[in-house]
């Protein structure tokens, strides 16, 4: 073998590895990106579901909130009554 065959062959060794190298790189960029986009899904999955859960909070809060103002309002309307009552029954003890 020549020397010049010699260098064609290491020439063409060293292309054979270049490309089988950046096969494998490709693969392995390919599995990261799959495994990227699935967590992908998976966080926009979790997001959805959180903010699913925030938005039922916040309708519990408004519920909340809104049955919290009627108990105001029906208290103030029987503190009223009963200073009613209260003035009626000094009314009859005065007399």
Do not use: C, F, W, Y
Request: aromatic letters at 0%; hydrophobic letters at 40%; a negative charge.
């Amino acid at each position: 073998m020549s020397p010049a065959e010699a260098e064609d062959i290491d020439s063409l060794s060293n292309l054979e590895e270049r490309i089988n190298r950046a096969v494998e790189l490709v693969a392995s960029l390919r599995s990261e990106r799959d495994a990227m986009a699935s967590q992908l899904q998976a966080a926009v999955a979790e997001r959805d579901a959180v903010r699913k859960e925030l938005n039922q909070a916040h309708l519990l809060a408004q519920k909340a909130t809104q049955e919290l103002d009627e108990l105001k309002a029906e208290r103030k309307q029987v503190r009223t009554r009963i200073e009613k009552l209260l003035g009626q029954m000094d009314l009859l003890s005065a007399t």
